[in-house]
């Protein structure tokens, strides 16, 4: 997800809310990560609710929990998952195995160890939609692993024998609602449902299937912590999946799972409270941010002529009692003239993500919308004065 | 390291501190694991020196210092960590670009990957010394990686060509102090110093070498954090160890690092004020831990008849400026009757881990000398109630 983030260190701030210098008309704005630091200034109203306490002898021990299954699952953090799930309704977690991992990240890959075979004669094809998360073809494919291979756009796949399908919901990165496009029998299926959150999406059922992943990155915006979570059906899988984090990490930062308990407490907690589309709850706040910045960027894009943006339906939230329609953490921009859109775009200092490494098209470039305001406002000002072919050159590209 | 650790469910505190029950003459003792919980008195003897506060808002973003090569290392771990091995002299930390992983277990596989090549036409040669940690067989292993395969004993290897070499010194799990023993020129090497810290063996030079692994879990006793580091001579095997943290986990938790800085700023404090050799440094601390155990342990072996264990030399400490001899984390205890010694113990409800797994035979096993003070008493008295032939019997194997 971090692409070559050594490579932009000129690029200040956007993403390094910790070394604020102010962006100036010269800056670099680092739009290709989706670094959720938009939410930091609801944490900020919370003040000293979240401050997370850790002695010197706290979680010295490898063990968090040596009854569980995931052995180095904090309970505390599985009981505030559970609680958080039960308070969105965005997943079954009854009879569920829960396995935390470093960032869904790390998941994703235990899952893809967990569904393959060792003694398989040959590796098990992976496969999503186009277009899909760019990283999942370079977790799968780093390593040359003979267990599993990356295979490309599931709509293009027709190869027989078992496989693994990723979907992706709401999709990362163009915010679609998904489902599984192969469906044949001998495929197994991993949900990453990352942005499955009410300011994102409407929550219209709690997701039920086999695998699912979450991350505390895009739940609340903590993405420096590297906690995620999956929920598990099979008992076999589950174990697999522990397997993998044992052998590659010996379990999971124990202070990261403390904090995120901690977190995802007052969060539960402020929603009972405030109410869960009140702007005192995360969820409302977090919804008004993402529904601002999508008005403005819509703005921006009408009045442009050559940019365009998917659309999205308004559909029944659950959880906030409301029609309302998705505001993805990325924006899928598509420019109608032919040009290397990402290239165009860093042009004018707004790096980006191109389509390619989404297994489409150049005309496409994936743009975090989760950014600080001030590097949002100004990647806003900067793509309102794209005016069409005069603007495309080739000159000075960063 | 951990084995399958969610199946000695049964064999409660001995390894998890956090649920104290307390041990009977049923209780099975888990010495499998290199749990170094024996540290925890002394951090609590420090109190709230050592408590460290994360507010809501602290280290949301993916990011740590974007200017920095290792992009999501914590600028305060990475001065704490050159101060420890300034204080310590146990490493050349000058010029060295520093790596931070989620345990020197994921730096280890970060280091096999930086060091193979992805268009070699031939997975890499992977060796180790036998006896050699039994993780590192397995890490190498478990996804049948196209890059590099596990080649077994580094005494018997005989391949043309490049090959990794693991020297781990401290030796896990026999303690010895060891150098590369393949010495060709095609080799790369990873020094695995896990173990080299005053508490363990007499700190003789700063070590300097091309890669060095360093672990929290080990200096200190904080196995829970999952904090690792690597200094690293060359510029590009840096970058890559970067780049496979980065795909493998986007990062290393930020409350783990902060945790840590703190903590090394403590100890370091405490060198410079009670004096190194002083029972309250840590180092003065811990190493008084560690004679006291192997002096029991060397009593009970003694009488036994049947049991042996390595003799150290005593060397000159640079950090103590005292002769003193090893102390290792585990003891490699070799049974003189034909048995299989890790059956034998399991007979006696201590869980060890045999031989077979370091590639030696199964006459030996490794204990972990890091558990608790009640698990290591009970451990010395069923030790010391084998007396030879009579006792091993097949009946009511746990």
Redesign the interface.
């Given at each position: 997800?971090?692409g070559q983030?050594?490579d932009?260190?000129n690029?200040?701030s956007a993403?390094?809310?910790?070394?604020k210098v102010g962006l100036s008309p010269d800056s670099i704005i680092n739009l290709d990560?989706g670094?959720?630091?938009i939410?930091?200034s609801y944490?900020?109203k919370?003040?000293?609710?979240?401050?997370?306490?850790?002695?010197?002898?706290d979680?010295?021990?490898?063990?968090?929990d040596?009854?569980?299954?995931?052995?180095f699952l904090e309970p505390q953090l599985s009981d505030a998952i559970k609680g958080l799930h039960r308070t969105v309704c965005n997943a079954v977690t009854e009879d569920r195995y829960m396995v935390v991992g470093?960032?869904s990240?790390?998941l994703f890959?235990a899952a893809l160890?967990a569904l393959s075979s060792?003694s398989g004669n040959e590796s098990i094809s992976v496969v999503c939609a186009a277009p899909y998360y760019s990283?999942y073809k370079?977790?799968t494919e780093?390593?040359?692993?003979?267990?599993y291979k990356w295979a490309g756009d599931a709509s293009a796949f027709d190869k027989d024998g078992p496989y693994i399908e990723v979907v992706t919901s709401p999709n990362n990165p163009d915010g679609a609602i998904r489902e599984a496009v192969v469906n044949r029998e001998e495929g197994k299926l991993i949900h990453d449902l990352a942005y499955y959150w009410p300011q994102y999406t409407p929550i219209t059922c709690p997701a039920d299937y086999d695998i699912m992943l979450f991350t505390f990155?895009k739940s609340t915006?903590?993405?420096?912590?590297?906690?995620g979570w999956a929920l598990v059906k099979d008992k076999v899988v589950a174990?697999k999946m522990?397997k993998?984090i044992?052998?590659?990490?010996?379990?999971?930062?124990?202070?990261?799972q403390?904090?995120a308990a901690k977190?995802l407490g007052?969060l539960i907690e402020n929603c009972k409270h405030f109410g869960t589309a009140d702007s005192n709850s995360f969820f409302g706040y977090s919804q008004g941010l993402m529904t601002k910045r999508w008005e403005k960027l819509r703005d921006v894009v009408k009045n442009s002529q050559i940019f365009s943006l998917p659309k999205y339906p308004k559909e029944w939230c659950n959880f906030t009692g409301k029609y309302t329609e998705s505001h993805p953490g990325f924006a899928w921009l598509k420019c109608k003239e032919e040009t290397d859109f990402e290239i165009l775009l860093r042009s004018q200092k707004i790096l980006t993500r191109g389509g390619e490494r989404f297994g489409v098209g150049r005309q496409y470039v994936r743009i975090s919308l989760l950014s600080q305001e001030e590097a949002f406002n100004l990647f806003l000002e900067r793509l309102s004065a794209i005016k069409g072919q005069g603007i495309i050159s080739d000159e000075n590209p960063l």
């Open positions: 997800m971090v983030a050594y932009t260190k690029s200040i993403t390094n809310p910790t070394k990560q670094d959720p630091t939410f930091e944490w900020r919370m003040g000293d609710k979240c401050t997370t306490k850790i002695s010197g002898t979680c010295m021990s490898y063990f968090s040596v009854g569980n299954l995931c052995w470093t960032g990240t790390q890959q160890y060792p990283s370079e977790e780093f390593l040359q692993s003979g267990l990155s915006g903590h993405a420096g912590s590297r906690i174990r522990t993998f044992e052998v590659s990490s010996i379990g999971v930062s124990k202070e990261s403390l904090r977190i007052v």
